[in-house]
């Protein structure tokens, strides 16, 4: 599966964005999807995550409240809804795509994934 993520921008503080990310390929319901983020001079870091069939997500505690997460598809998408940004939010924004037996089952944090696509730029200005 190929994945890209888009819909990155410069946003001020307080504002909201949503980042999709768009797979190509066969069978995309059979992966769960993760969103990561890597700011300047740091190491990238878990976001979230949704499950196959999108009934189940995880939140880092840090945008726990902020963002949410949906999934389509019959589309091949992934959407990160984000809400309520803070300057520490800025960062390039990667999605990411592992298999998943069953599709309720959400990839626990520091899960390696398989498929990766590029990443979209957020910059959120104070």
């Known amino acids: 599966v190929q994945l890209q993520a888009f819909g990155g921008g410069l946003v001020q503080a307080g504002d909201s964005l949503r980042l999709s990310c768009a797979a190509s390929?066969?069978?995309?319901?059979?992966?769960?999807i993760g969103w990561f983020r890597q700011a300047p001079g740091k190491e990238r870091e878990f976001v979230a995550a949704?499950?196959?069939?999108?009934?189940?997500?995880s939140f880092a505690d840090s945008v726990k409240g902020r963002f949410t997460l949906s999934r389509d598809n019959a589309k091949n998408t992934v959407s990160l809804q984000m809400n309520s940004l803070k300057p520490e939010d800025t960062a390039v924004y990667y999605c990411?795509?592992?298999?998943?037996?069953?599709?309720?089952?959400?990839?626990?944090?520091?899960?390696?994934?398989?498929?990766w696509g590029q990443g979209t730029e957020v910059t959120v200005s104070s």
């Open positions: 990411a795509a592992v298999l998943m037996r069953l599709p309720s089952s959400v990839p626990p944090m520091g899960f390696q994934y398989d498929y």
């Open positions: 390929g066969q069978r995309f319901s059979t992966y769960a």
């Open positions: 949704i499950s196959r069939g999108g009934g189940s997500t």
